[in-house]
């Protein structure tokens, strides 16, 4: 799992509380920063969906890859209305979760959104998954992968 996330407690985007251990076991994940009032996330936040669900959901060998968003959101409300209206099938820090703050300062996030892309130690595979995501689409994955060391049976044919 990332140890980002050691000891803490994620939620999926139907509130259940979500084992980050078991969740993200084995897999490349992307930190998401982000927020509902923010134009760009806005309009990132579709690219990011069809990213997650062709890699994840939609491919005969569902890719290691999680989604953590973490909000940056005026209220618990408001994260969860545009988790519901802009999100994928993705996890989520809890609006409440103080830590938020300490992986903000960890990553350096300074502008909104930001897609980092991490290891299972946390240590950063790029800051610059979006900008990877809208250029390249599902290959960067393959990128992603080879700096992880995480060894899985994936091919991309497109």
């Excluded at 950063?124 to 979006?130: S, Y």
């Amino acid at each position: 799992m990332v140890d980002v996330f050691c000891g803490r407690t994620l939620i999926n985007k139907d509130g259940d509380l979500v084992d980050p251990e078991e969740a993200l076991r084995n897999k490349i994940v992307g930190i998401y920063f982000s927020a509902g009032w923010c134009a760009h996330c806005r309009d990132f936040a579709p690219i990011l969906c069809d990213f997650y669900t062709e890699l994840v959901e939609e491919s005969d060998h569902p890719a290691q890859f999680e989604i953590v968003f973490v909000s940056s959101d005026r209220s618990a409300d408001e994260m969860v209305e545009y988790m519901h209206d802009m999100h994928g099938e993705w996890l989520a820090l809890p609006w409440h979760d103080q830590y938020k703050h300490e992986l903000k300062k960890r990553y350096s996030i300074t502008a909104l959104p930001k897609l980092v892309i991490v290891k299972q130690n946390g240590d950063v595979i790029t800051d610059k998954g979006r900008k990877q995501i809208r250029d390249k689409g599902l290959a960067c994955f393959q990128n992603w992968l080879e700096a992880a060391d995480i060894f899985q049976n994936f091919q991309f044919s497109g």
